[in-house]
């Protein structure tokens, strides 16, 4: 019902920046909580940031927090990832999420795309 199609990703040297695009369709993008994770090779999904549909609140994992800025535009159906300062430890897959309140869990998902931070 709803579809996520994530863009940006790309390899960037270390304290670079980079960012990331997820253009939403099939609902109301305004009421859809969205959000990032990200994967690593041989680690599980994380966590990264995320922004309310109620009050565009947002938070982030203490490991991003700081270099990274999540944000949305309504009018476009999309939200935005902005990256900066990137370590090589920020390499992953990173995937864009949404969810029909901000009380429950993501249960839309994009593909992912590929961000590679090199030293």
């Known amino acids: 019902q709803v579809h996520l199609s994530e863009s940006g990703g790309g390899l960037v040297q270390a304290g670079g920046s980079l960012s990331l695009s997820c253009a939403a369709s099939?609902?109301?993008?305004?009421?859809?909580?969205m959000g990032w994770f990200r994967q690593a090779p041989g680690r599980e999904r994380e966590f990264v940031a995320g922004?309310?549909?109620?009050?565009?609140?947002?938070n982030y994992a203490d490991s991003v927090k700081g270099r990274f800025t999540i944000s949305r535009d309504n009018a476009k159906n999309t939200v935005y990832l902005q990256m900066n300062s990137l370590k090589p430890e920020d390499t992953a897959v990173y995937y864009c999420?949404?969810?029909?309140?901000?009380?429950?869990?993501?249960?839309?998902w994009g593909q992912g795309t590929q961000v590679t931070v090199s030293s």
């Open positions: 999420a949404a969810r029909k309140s901000d009380y429950l869990g993501y249960e839309y």
């Open positions: 922004i309310k549909s109620s009050d565009g609140g947002t």
């Open positions: 099939g609902r109301t993008f305004s009421r859809l909580g």
